[in-house]
């Protein structure tokens, strides 16, 4: 699930790969998602200070938060919309959400399984909570395509990785490799996506590739990353050249979601859901999808295009907000 795709006034964000002067700690904010009783996300990429983990380049948190009831959130309801030039990875603690895109997939994202579903030159999904999701509590990533597959065909991977125990660690590695154990997802440039829950007081030492950043993604719990206190809902950010990272966890159980890659290396271009390389090919994307939205000739609302329309889905599309007036800055 997106659940960016239905915020009101998305800002135009822009990419850099920066100097990796060390560790930093991302705090998140809070964006509300829109809709008479939506939800908030927690969102610590791309923050002020940093847009690239690796490929990484968006990370929503949220929940848990209850379905039903007062205060209740309502669900995730995210009707059909369209993304290109990025993966978007859903991985849930609690709930059930259905997923059915253009290119044919319907799926359920399910806790402890992953979702990657690549977008390529261009794809539409929804995403539904089921009336199995009473909470809801999870993350959704987004992952930039590298210039030589941005233009691919759209795809979709499910996975559920069985768990690995170590002294005082369970981890499910989702992506890439970690304890000897190599998720066989395929990806456009090298990645690491584990969950890991770790025991209250317990220390632990994981093998990590020196070449990759690695972000580490707080759930649950307070903890020491490489020595650097973290608490609930913070993104810490490690720069390439460590060989190993030191986890080391407070007096409550942990649960992290860890990620890492090589710095990405290539400018992008982000916007509501379209990753690019240009304001001028972001501005053709939303076209292209105002085009399905806003129908034919002939007055039929959502009509096929670049983006397809959903198999099975009847719900009205999402149209795309208007463009900022200023050009978009490109981000590294
Ligand atoms: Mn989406």
Redesign the pocket.
């Given at each position: 699930?997106?659940?960016?795709?239905v915020e009101k006034d998305p800002a135009e964000l822009t990419c850099t790969p920066g100097p990796a002067a060390g560790v930093e700690v991302i705090t998140p904010r809070e964006v509300p998602l829109g809709g008479p009783r939506a939800m908030t996300v927690r969102r610590t990429l791309p923050s002020r200070a940093r847009s690239l983990i690796g490929a990484w380049c968006f990370v929503d948190h949220y929940g848990p938060d209850p379905v039903a009831g007062p205060g209740g959130s309502g669900g995730m309801v995210?009707p059909p919309?369209p993304?290109t030039g990025l993966q978007?990875v859903s991985w849930l603690f609690t709930g059930e959400i259905e997923h059915r895109d253009s290119a044919g997939h319907h799926a359920m994202v399910r806790p402890g399984e992953v979702n990657l579903?690549s977008a390529g030159r261009g794809i539409s999904?929804s995403?539904v909570s089921t009336a199995a999701a009473t909470t809801l509590h999870g993350a959704?990533l987004w992952v930039a395509l590298p210039d030589h597959a941005r233009d691919g065909a759209p795809g979709f991977t499910h996975h559920a990785p069985e768990p690995v125990e170590r002294p005082g660690l369970e981890a499910r590695v989702f992506l890439g490799s970690l304890l000897g154990v190599t998720s066989p997802v395929p990806t456009a440039t090298p990645l690491l996506g584990a969950e890991l829950l770790i025991q209250p007081g317990a220390s632990v030492s994981l093998d990590v590739d020196p070449s990759f950043e690695h972000g580490v993604l707080v759930d649950t719990g307070a903890l020491a990353v490489a020595g650097t206190p973290a608490a609930a809902h913070d993104l810490v950010y490690l720069p390439p050249g460590a060989d190993h990272l030191d986890l080391q966890a407070g007096p409550d159980p942990v649960r992290v979601l860890l990620l890492g890659g090589p710095p990405f290396g290539e400018s992008i271009v982000m916007w509501w859901?379209f990753v690019g390389r240009t304001h001028e090919e972001v501005v053709a994307h939303r076209a292209a999808w105002q085009a399905q939205v806003e129908g034919g000739p002939d007055g039929s609302t959502y009509v096929d295009g670049r983006f397809g329309v959903p198999t099975g889905d009847q719900r009205a599309p999402i149209p795309a907000p208007p463009m900022p007036h200023v050009r978009l800055r490109e981000r590294r």
């Open positions: 699930m997106s659940v960016s795709t995210v919309h993304h978007t579903m999904h995403e959704q859901n």
